[in-house]
């Protein structure tokens, strides 16, 4: 069983950056891929990023791409979201992620693990 917690939200002016952080137990976290999504009110989950396990390649969604980096360090098991250049429409729960497999994915079927969210809130 893998547990993930989130930590690193809150509020933050139009423009402003946050970094978001997940810690994850178990012991093949480098061998796993890792995603972030996040779920607005009324909306349905979406992709925000992702890093595969072993060779580390990333995958971020359009809207994020050039503002939102994800990485991970294996040696501590975590994985991060930096967030610069953050809009009002970026408000949401983020989520982090864990897939069973090296390979990344896009939707939410691919991951078995989930954390319990932590929230960012965008004011313009």
């Known amino acids: 069983q893998v547990q993930l917690v989130e930590s690193g939200g809150g509020l933050v002016q139009a423009g402003g950056s946050l970094r978001l952080s997940c810690a994850a137990s178990g012991r093949t976290f480098s061998r796993v891929a890792m995603g972030w999504f996040r779920q607005a009110p009324g909306k349905e989950r979406e992709f925000v990023a992702a890093i595969s396990g072993g060779d580390g390649q990333t995958l971020h969604a359009d809207s994020v791409k050039g503002r939102f980096t994800i990485s991970r360090d294996n040696a501590k098991n975590t994985v991060s979201l930096q967030m610069n250049s953050l809009k009002p429409e970026d408000t949401a729960a983020y989520y982090c992620?864990?897939?069973?497999?090296?390979?990344?994915?896009?939707?939410?079927?691919?991951?078995?693990?989930w954390g319990q969210g932590t929230q960012v809130t965008v004011s313009s």
């Open positions: 992620a864990a897939a069973r497999i090296p390979r990344t994915s896009l939707t939410t079927a691919g991951y078995a693990y």
